[in-house]
DNA sequence: CACTCATTTCACAAGTTTGTGAAAGTACGA
DNA sequence: TCGTACTTTCACAAACTTGTGAAATGAGTG
């Protein structure tokens, strides 16, 4: 049996393109812009054209200006205008990931938010509509409150793995 | 200055119900379910009829009708069928918030698997690219694993409130 | 100063989602 | 067994999303 180097699958990266897109969007992301993002993760180069990702997905260049400019604005991609050239180049900002996630996660700030709205129009916490809404309030809330906590051990267990302790 | 005493502001709670809708659809929620189950938070009665849900809304019974059968199944909503009569009440179901926010955090896990799949595509984690893709991977792969423990402290903050350890 | 070519903008077509009205279904009460 | 009142199902209409082609824009280059 022939030793076969780990090697790029074309076709199967296509399909986790289109695949990571679907979840994305169940996340409120475009469809497109999920392609773009999947397309730079997935490419070896460190940054593409607009016509680059245009050709490796196959769809119009229309299609990508609409989602780089959605992207950018998110400050998941970076624009990198290219010295002595038109073409810009556009590449993942590090970390991103991480800024997205702690973005979604500051919806439940908002929804502990309206949920203290509702206990005001239900007249209080000692109606019993008020009661349940000032519940939901109260765990969001919570979770909201503790989830910088959880992050933080996320920066400190990657710096640990890069920089392990003295023996 | 007279006092006044802490009353239901119907309207508020209208518009308080269709904001939280909108929330909710962010998170895949479709728009009726949304309302409906914010009617039941915002009623003070304990459970309420389809009927009872149509009209509070102003929307036609169908759209109650498919709104429940999509809670029920995700296990929101329960139904109460009543004694000699043909109307089924429909409740809250108890920690509902809690596991609707469980069940969305498990989406994560399902993000780091199909990075995984990526990895393997990109021909394993020496390339560039698989490097990226596996950074994406441990970072959703490790909240999902610290979140069990993060919602524990949830449970056992409630419960401290209800029960104070004596001093 | 005009030419070239990557990118952007715009209007539209195709597909999807969402809520309604009308009719069928269902179980109680007389 | 029939009538009544609630609920569900179904097909469709309206609104919204999404991606495209074609034309406009803008920055280098001869």
Redesign the pocket.
């Known amino acids: 049996m022939a030793y076969s180097p780990p090697q790029r699958d074309e076709q199967a990266m296509r399909s986790f393109v289109e695949n990571m ?1 679907r979840l994305l ?1 169940d996340w409120g ?5 999920g ?1 773009v993002v999947f397309t730079l993760m997935a490419a070896d180069e460190q940054a593409l ?6 050709e490796r ?13 959605y992207l950018v604005h998110l400050n998941m991609v970076a ?1 990198e ?10 590449r993942m900002v590090d970390d991103s990931w991480y800024e997205v996630t702690v973005a979604k996660m500051s919806l439940l700030k908002t929804i502990s938010d309206a949920a203290d709205q509702g206990v005001a129009a239900a007249g209080g916490e000692n109606t019993p509509a008020g009661a349940k809404l000032a519940g939901m309030r109260d765990f969001y809330a919570w979770v909201q409150d503790n989830m910088p906590a959880l992050l933080a051990q996320w920066a400190a267990h990657k710096s640990r793995l890069h920089h392990p302790p003295p023996a």
Do not use: C, Q
């Open positions: 897109a969007a992301f475009p469809r497109m812009a392609r054209t607009a016509a680059e990702l245009a997905l196959g769809v119009s260049p229309a299609g990508i200006s609409g989602a780089i400019r624009r205008p290219v010295p002595g050239s038109r073409r810009d180049r556009y």
